[in-house]
């Protein structure tokens, strides 16, 4: 069923995909909206995107101010949203679950008994790159997370599209 980290099973019909960090308002939601913005650009109707938190600790909270400046300084439109955490139903009803570092990775597979569908992967594992997104909550680069966030949202759709 995978290939390495990467899922390789996308249900025929709609594709859902959703995207995982600790709290929800800073890698994930920025992940959610540069997806769907690549998603548009490509004029793919049959993808739907959402995001989650691995913990509950920014539920109901905003996406950080710091991630929607850069996401504006590119053009990326988002929505205000409130974080919440990953839920079993999110495992069921996703496709994809792209999850930002190893924590994440570590905390989701917990939270879904092992993974048994082989759904979780890193986002960066899209991109070929083994390595987890740095959390800008605690490094302040959002531009670097926005960075690594894009490579690896290309590298999924790309992943998506191979397999349609």
Not at 5 to 18: K, W
Not at 104 to 117: A, H
Request: charged fraction near 25%; aromatic fraction near 6%.
């Amino acid at each position: 069923m995978r290939k390495g980290n990467i899922p390789l099973c996308v249900r025929a019909g709609m594709r859902r995909v959703i995207f995982v960090c600790h709290g929800n308002i800073c890698r994930s939601p920025m992940a959610e909206f540069v997806m769907r913005h690549l998603v548009t650009e490509a004029g793919i109707t049959d993808i739907e995107v959402s995001s989650a938190a691995a913990s509950s600790e920014a539920v109901g909270q905003d996406m950080h101010p710091d991630a929607k400046r850069v996401l504006d300084s590119v053009g990326v439109p988002y929505t205000k949203r409130r974080a919440r955490r990953f839920t079993s139903e999110d495992y069921e009803n996703c496709d994809v679950i792209a999850v930002m570092d190893s924590w994440n990775l570590r905390d989701i597979r917990t939270m879904t008994d092992g993974d048994p569908d082989g759904k979780v992967a890193l986002l960066m594992s899209f991109a070929g790159d083994p390595q987890g997104i740095d959390d800008p909550w605690y490094t302040g680069d959002f531009q670097r997370a926005y960075h690594d966030i894009t490579a690896g949202c290309r590298g999924l759709l790309a992943h998506l599209e191979e397999r349609r």
